[in-house]
């Protein structure tokens, strides 16, 4: 899925910043990652959808 990608490789540098302290020199930009999570929650409702149409 495109869409999965980026949104990967934008929650797992967030997560690697937060857990090791010293890389995280910019303050998070919340709306920008909130944006994030709304596009991570129709990925999920995209995957289950096909999980359901599969089974």
């Keep these: 899925m ?4 980026p ?14 302290p ?4 910019d303050d ?3 709306p920008a990652l909130r ?3 709304e596009q991570v929650a129709l990925l999920l409702e ?3 959808d096909q999980l ?3 089974g």
């Design 35 to 37: 944006a994030q999570i």
């Design 7 to 20: 949104l990967c490789a934008t929650m797992a540098e967030v997560s690697f910043t937060e857990r090791y």
């Design 28 to 30: 998070p930009d919340w």
């Design 52 to 54: 359901n149409a599969q």
């Design 46 to 48: 995209q995957v289950r």
């Design 2 to 5: 495109p869409l999965a990608e």
């Design 22 to 25: 010293g890389f995280d020199l």
